[in-house]
């Protein structure tokens, strides 16, 4: 079976092809293929070793090490792995770091069970920069309409309900994009949210359609917008959301506190979360407001803990709007 050459990725990556990246699990975590699932050939411990003995002895003593390192019970462990990994995804394309030893070793022992897999030439520093590739040149040439409007304005649901075809920023990167919008689960590193954003420019330029795209600020969480699509929301045409502050409190009381932890009557973190996000923007928000607001939630909180519901929570969302987040990106929308 032929390994997969640069001229085929973007037929790949359009066809939401299943990887599997052998590399160790740090190298993973650092930054994957969208769709991968890692079942390493060397875990981390074995991968640092390795490297030791490439340093101090060359490249025959590591390849022997890691051959004492996988063998035996361990070696048939990390073949089944994979063995079954195919099973269920028979198309499984196999890659590690630069498509050198560590996935030709992988391709090897699978055919020794009858099992053939092609690997990626030039591993995941191939793929990784074809997809920078597309960030840079694909971008430029989309056609974006973007939804503007004061925070609250329902910019997200507008983008999941206009039936057009949309980038949702906040969803790749796994954040919301203000100070309140961190998610329960981790933002991807900065790279893997680079390489989910690519994948979908790539896809969506297919279509050959404006792209409806939300106004963001440059940062999202921790994970920022690369250049190329921040400067395309910058001068793109744009859609603006016409939102009563009653309205924008009641999409912002719905979103994050209604639809949130709070729905388990035991779990008051989500408070301490809220305390926290105002202890973030304090210098900007001035510590006497910062105080009342503060305030304002604590009393929430104990509404909710005598189990009086949780409407109060409605006041301090509306200080946060009039004092800090209107003033914050007036004449930016």
Known sequence: MKNISAAQFEELFLQDTHWIDVRAPIEYTNGSIPGAINLPLLIDEERRLVGIAYKEQGSPSAIQLGHQLVSGSIRQTRISSWQNEIEKNPSAIIYCYRGGLRSQITQTWLAEKEIHRPIVTGGYKALRNFLLEILSLRTSSLEFCVVSGPTGSGKTKYLHKSGQPFLDLEAIANHRGSAFGALPTPQPSQADFENRLAVQILKLSQLKKPILIESESRMIGHRYITDTIFDKIKSSPRIFLEVSLDERVENIFQDYVVNSSLQDLNNIERFNEFRNSVKVITRKLGHQRAQEILNDI????????????????????????????????????
Not at 298 to 304: L, V
Not at 321 to 329: E, G, S
Request: aromatic residues 22%; proline residues 3%.
């Open 298 to 333: 604590d009393y929430s909180q104990n509404e909710f803990t005598s189990g009086s519901g949780l409407s109060s929570n409605k006041i301090w969302i509306r200080k946060l709007l009039n004092w800090y987040y209107d003033p914050l990106y007036k004449g930016l929308y």
